[in-house]
């Protein structure tokens, strides 16, 4: 599945302030360590912000903070703030009105539903222990990638 490249943002801010939702990270901190534009970071955590999943502290020693329930909040709901996953294709069908095209839409329909899903099964909590596991895995040294 691809996604767009502030998608990914709001997940790596997710992930990293969701660890540890009681401590502060400014946006630089976080564009550091992935290595990302701080601009850009930025208008992801205000519309994180905005959705009521991170909170904004002003001032000296400022920053964000999660402020979301890591073991309900899904990926689903951050993907979807950036881009619709599984969106309906309404009543315009791509495909035509051929029976070849009504059975391509059928099979589009059920991945969209499996992707949906999956996506709304797999909360934050999830997230943080699969990448607990994967900093412990050998193979090299812990590192972040950008999107």
């Given amino acids: 599945m691809r ?3 502030a998608t ?6 997710v992930f990293q302030l969701a660890a540890d939702p009681s401590r502060q990270h400014a946006a630089a901190e976080i564009a550091q360590r992935f290595g ?5 970071l930025s208008k992801v955590l205000r519309t994180l912000g905005r959705a009521g999943l991170v909170e904004a502290l002003r ?7 999660f402020r979301g329930n890591p073991r309900r909040v899904t990926l689903l709901d951050v993907i979807e703030l950036f881009e619709p996953v599984g969106a309906a294709r309404g009543d315009q069908d791509p495909e035509g009105p051929s029976a070849e ?3 391509l839409h059928r099979v589009f329909d059920e991945i969209d539903d499996i992707a949906r ?3 709304s099964s797999i909360s ?6 699969l ?3 994967a900093r412990r895995t050998p193979g090299g040294p812990e590192r972040a990638t950008a999107p």
């Fill in 8 to 13: 990914r943002l709001a997940l790596f801010a």
């Fill in 117 to 119: 899903a999956t996506l």
């Fill in 36 to 40: 990302i534009s701080v601009n850009h």
């Fill in 101 to 103: 095209g009504r059975a």
């Fill in 59 to 65: 001032g000296a020693g400022g920053g964000y903070r």
């Fill in 3 to 5: 996604v767009q490249v």
């Fill in 131 to 133: 990448i607990e596991e």
């Fill in 124 to 129: 934050l909590a999830t997230m943080l222990a």
